[in-house]
């Protein structure tokens, strides 16, 4: 099956007749499910000159899910790129560094797993993903940064104010750390839960007793307590999961255990509000000296 270059932001130009989310026409829209392969190769050809024309710099990469889990696969090594999970300013990030050992497991037609010393990140890709690309036209996609986005009712519901005790983190990556316990930090994102796990029996302690404060209250009461635990920062989205174990470096007052505060109450960068039908939950940013892979 031929991959739709729909965004779910349906537009016509009025000049051109054309769509301003995947630049087909209004016929090649309602064609597209019964039309032939090679109807659908011959607009997928145009498609970068019309968005060109109409000054459409967003667009849907024509991956499929295998493809677009052999791409994830080949960019989990050193100068492979980095990933990051959750929304705009509020993510965590997951790359290995020259010289890091790092493991990585292919399980099924669409989980993929990679461990380091510092994270750990696993995708679980669903068959309604998106590849969005910026990238200029003709240019490679992957020498841009790429946004994987799931329909809104896909998306992982967005947390409930306050902390929340999730109980034991019985999906972690690692089996070891299936009895620690997950909460919720409630950040107002939609899409994305960011989270501390910790088996620190006094930090335990203290989390419980200050359920369903939020952040701002959370960490004028516990925030310096924390930072010294260190425990490990998780945040769960609709593809899957990243896991930060660094330590948290020290305490600061305007970003407190940054990234995972969100930029402005904004939960997409800009250029991606028009994706009312979309929820962006993913970003990959390859490195500038990577040769990469080839883009599926």
């Not at 990030?93 to 010393?117: K, Y």
């Not at 909460?183 to 369903?212: E, H, K, N, Q, V």
Request: proline share 9%; charged share 25%; glycine share 10%.
């Amino acid at each position: 099956m031929t991959t739709s270059p729909c965004l779910g932001f349906c537009r016509l130009d009025a000049s051109s007749s054309q769509c301003l989310g995947c630049a087909r026409t209004a016929d090649e829209i309602t064609a597209w499910r019964d039309a032939p392969p090679a109807f659908l190769e011959r607009v997928w050809s145009e498609l970068p000159a019309r968005r060109e024309r109409l000054g459409v710099g967003l667009h849907r990469l024509k991956w499929t899910r295998d493809g677009l889990v052999d791409f994830i696969a080949g960019t989990l090594r050193a100068g492979g790129g980095a990933w990051a999970f959750g929304n705009f300013g509020g993510a965590s990030e997951f790359r290995v560094d020259p010289g890091e050992d790092c493991t990585r497991e292919l399980i099924g037609p669409s989980r993929v797993v990679a461990r380091t010393a510092r994270a750990a990140i696993r995708f679980d890709v669903p068959e309604p993903i998106r590849v969005l690309s910026r990238a200029r036209p003709g240019a490679e996609p992957r020498r841009g940064p790429l946004v994987l986005a799931v329909p809104r009712g896909r998306s992982r519901p967005g947390a409930r104010p306050g902390l929340a005790a999730f109980g034991p983190d019985r999906d972690a990556i690692d089996g070891r750390d299936r009895d620690a316990r997950l909460y919720d930090l409630g950040l107002p994102a939609r899409g994305a839960a960011f989270c501390l796990r910790t088996d620190d029996p006094g930090l335990i302690r203290r989390l419980d007793d200050c359920l369903g404060l939020e952040w701002p209250d959370l960490f004028s009461n516990l925030g310096r307590r924390i930072v010294e635990a260190s425990p490990a920062r998780v945040v769960l989205g609709p593809i899957g999961r990243v896991e930060a174990f660094a330590p948290i470096a020290a305490i600061d007052d305007r970003e407190p255990l940054a990234p995972i505060q969100l930029a402005g109450g904004r939960d997409v960068p800009n250029g991606l509000e028009s994706l009312d039908a979309l929820a962006p939950c993913a970003f990959y940013f390859p490195d500038e000296a990577a040769s990469g892979s080839p883009s599926p």
